[in-house]
Structures are given as structure tokens and as C-alpha cells.
Nanobody
Framework: QVQVVESGGGLVQTGGSLRLSCVVSGTTSSITGYTWHRQAPGKLRDWVALITSSGSITYAESVKGRFTISRDNGKNTVALQMDSLKPEDTATYYC??????????????WGRGTQVTVSS
């Protein structure tokens, strides 16, 4: 089992910055990657950024150049630094941990989300 808890959301003006944090606990040795997702009211949940256990990073086009994902393996934390925020970045942001084991295959663990609101 893996537990995922996000924090760091809040209200910020257009052009401002926020840093989200995702703390992961439990059987972290089976984690193969982390992703950040976001969901705006009335919209589907979208993928934002990915970092694998080997350190490979990928961003959605909508946040490329503005958001930075990073991880601290020693603390089992993943961060999402968000700069040059826009009103369209307003959403609930979720952290997801991907685990892979021989017995259970691929299992995803989600946090409960943290709200980010960007005012115009």
C-alpha cells in the first residue's frame, strides 16, 4: 500500500508562483513513477507532468516551460514548481504514484488533491 498526500495549493495572482508538494509513504520501493494531474470544474482530469524512477521527465504542452517537476528520493517527496501561472491553471491538482509488482501488476495511488486558484 502507498499513501499519497498533496499540499501547497492556494490563491495566487496571474503571473505568480506556487510550489506543490506530494509526500508518499508506505511500500515506496515498488514505485516506478509519479505524475501530477489537474481537474478544473466541469472538465476531465488532465495529466500535467511525469517523472519516472529513472529520472525521465515529461510535461504537457500547456505547462511546458512554466512548470517543473522534481523529486527527493530520500524524503519520498515529489514537487511541482509552478511559475507564470495563468487563470486557466486553476484546478484541483492531484499527485499519483505508479507501482509495479509481480503479484499485483500496475497499481495507481492517488492523493486527495490540493486546490490552486489563479486570479486574473
Amino acid at each position: 500500500q502507498v499513501q499519497v498526500v498533496e499540499s501547497g495549493g492556494g490563491l495566487v495572482q496571474t503571473g505568480g508562483s506556487l510550489r506543490l508538494s506530494c509526500v508518499v509513504s508506505g511500500t515506496t520501493s515498488s514505485i516506478t513513477g509519479y505524475t501530477w494531474h489537474r481537474q478544473a470544474p466541469g472538465k476531465l482530469r488532465d495529466w500535467v507532468a511525469l517523472i519516472t524512477s529513472s529520472g525521465s521527465i515529461t510535461y504537457a504542452e500547456s505547462v511546458k516551460g512554466r512548470f517543473t517537476i522534481s523529486r527527493d528520493n530520500g524524503k519520498n517527496t515529489v514537487a511541482l514548481q509552478m511559475d507564470s501561472l495563468k487563470p486557466e491553471d486553476t484546478a484541483t491538482y492531484y499527485c499519483r504514484a505508479e507501482t509495479k509488482t509481480a503479484t499485483r501488476g500496475t497499481v495507481y495511488y492517488w492523493g486527495r488533491g490540493t486546490q490552486v486558484t489563479v486570479s486574473s
